[in-house]
């Protein structure tokens, strides 16, 4: 009978201890996340960091993954990046140097990286040129900033394909969030290194309303979520919510984290580039 209760306390015991490291580890973050941001330029940028730098702690909290952000560009070094599997571009992207080669050695040597919007953006002349080679030709592979639509609007989005992990919870079309939409120099359907994941579908044209007449798509094929092959990275053309610029009271519009299928696909995207996977 002594041995019977024995054995029973301690299958107990191990039941308690297994159930407590099991909890253990259900709240121990599955990967860290930094995110670098500028903020200074565009009240529609700034109010997407706002939110972004909101949203996302949230999200960590809930997917088990820890998220901090910094407007200082000092901090991409090596040293700095060695403490995190995934690193965000909001808005803008470095322009010194060191940084750029930090950034270029982290993605080569497997880091994850999701860029937003503007820090895609390169135009020559202008306070973003086009004076990274690597970063807009090779990694992202879009070149320089072609041209935008406007105001601010939401588009239907064509899912390319259902096999990459970001997309595979998408339906065939969504519609976006309200977003200033670019076009880019190169044609990234010539690019063997990118596979592109989602585009604008021809259901959302005319796209824009103006009021000048080359801010309106009519037709086209305009990418605007990709990856590069070669790299665990994905960039979205997401990431600017419109604003009351007319009436001068800088009212925010839209928000750009207020669309539950695009928080999916940037979700699943986190996922795939922190685990590893």
Do not use: C
Request: avoid cysteine; charged fraction near 15%; charge should be neutral.
């Amino acid at each position: 009978m002594k041995l019977r209760f024995h054995k029973s306390l301690f299958l107990l015991i191990l039941s308690l201890v297994g159930s407590a490291i099991g909890r253990a580890q259900e709240h121990t973050p599955s990967f860290h996340v930094i995110a670098f941001y500028t903020a200074k330029n565009d009240q529609a940028h700034i109010s997407f960091v706002h939110e972004a730098n909101a949203w996302f702690p949230k999200m960590a909290a809930q997917y088990h993954f820890t998220y901090d952000s910094t407007n200082n560009w000092q901090n991409l070094n090596p040293a700095f990046l060695s403490k995190y599997q995934v690193v965000i571009f909001l808005d803008t992207r470095p322009d010194d140097p060191a940084q750029r080669k930090a950034f270029q050695e982290y993605m080569e040597h497997g880091g994850g990286w999701m860029g937003f919007h503007f820090s895609a953006f390169a135009l020559t002349p202008s306070d973003f040129p086009q004076n990274w080679d690597w970063y807009h030709n090779i990694f992202l592979g879009s070149g320089s900033y072609g041209s935008n639509t406007w105001r601010p609007t939401s588009a239907v989005l064509r899912v390319e394909g259902h096999q990459h992990p970001a997309t595979r919870n998408l339906p065939d079309t969504f519609s976006a969030s309200p977003n200033e939409w670019y076009r880019w120099s190169n044609d990234l359907r010539k690019n063997p290194d990118i596979h592109i994941l989602l585009s604008i579908d021809s259901s959302s044209f005319p796209l824009g309303t103006g009021p000048k007449a080359y801010e309106i798509w009519h037709s086209g094929y305009y990418p605007v979520v990709w990856t590069n092959k070669k790299f665990k990275m994905m960039y979205l053309n997401m990431g600017h919510n419109d604003i009351d610029y007319e009436h001068h009271t800088n009212k925010e519009l839209s928000f750009t984290f207020a669309n539950e299928t695009q928080n999916k696909l940037i979700l699943d995207a986190l996922q795939w580039m922190g685990r590893g996977k």
